[in-house]
């Protein structure tokens, strides 16, 4: 079973619509860390947040918010009034501390947005 | 301001070839990361690097030899690749290699092997 799941390969909105992208993670670990990356055309996967897993509270940033709920191990993206400069693939990643392991960071496959004009 | 940065962006390599690609932080991490990302899969880790250490080597073909001179550089030196090595090499850095260290990517190495 994957470990990150990003079950929306393509999603294709107009501009000025909000998009809420999905992500779906497993773990064993009560200590982890949740990131979500932006990969624009030109290939740099640009940080957007990382929340912990003690840290349930949504958080807003600008035209972003991220949704994180425990219960269903969901740490889901929302863009507001979407614009064609938010096109890319967005990555989900976990990062999790695996006793007698290095940490590891495993990405899920990746969602391609695209925002028409 | 490019915290990461990689060199070349593009390389175009014949499987008899050598060549090395280069990365460089300026973020004053101890660790990175290189990377590869194909068509259709998910990133890959291949190799972790903490204080110039390496620590992981996730099964990576001996056709890839990294190096990590100091811990604001490392590099992936390339020798008889394969046409299936062609990918996007992304390079990574971060503070340490704790669960809570983000890493930092550079803009990428688009491979092809011909």
């Known amino acids: 079973a994957q470990k990150v799941t990003q079950a929306q390969t393509e999603i294709s909105v107009v501009e000025k619509e909000d998009v809420t992208l999905d992500c779906v993670y497993e773990t064993r670990d009560t200590t982890y860390y949740l990131f979500w990356y932006k990969q624009p055309p030109s290939g740099e996967l640009v940080f957007l947040i990382r929340r912990n897993s003690f840290d349930e509270q949504n958080e807003i940033s600008g035209r972003y918010s991220w949704n994180f709920q425990k219960s269903t191990s969901s740490f889901n993206f929302t863009i507001t009034a979407s614009q064609v400069v938010d096109s890319a693939v967005y990555f989900c990643?976990?990062?999790?501390?695996?006793?007698?392991?290095?940490?590891?960071?495993?990405f899920g496959s990746g969602t391609q947005l695209t925002v028409l004009p | 301001e490019t915290g990461v940065t990689q060199t070349p962006r593009h390389l175009v390599m014949g499987m008899t070839n050598k060549k090395s690609l280069k990365c460089e932080q300026h973020l004053g991490h101890n660790a990175m990361y290189w990377y590869k990302q194909s068509a259709k899969k998910p990133l890959e880790l291949m190799f972790v690097?903490?204080?110039?250490?390496?620590?992981e080597n996730n099964s990576v073909p001996s056709r890839f030899s990294p190096e990590c001179p100091n811990s604001s550089h490392l590099f992936l030196h390339l020798h008889t690749l394969q046409p299936e090595d062609s990918a996007l090499y992304l390079c990574a850095s971060s503070r340490g290699t704790g669960v809570v260290d983000t890493q930092y990517f550079g803009p990428g190495t688009r491979l092809t092997v011909l």
């Open positions: 990643a976990l990062s999790e501390d695996l006793r007698g392991s290095a940490r590891q960071l495993t």
């Open positions: 690097y903490n204080f110039k250490e390496q620590t």
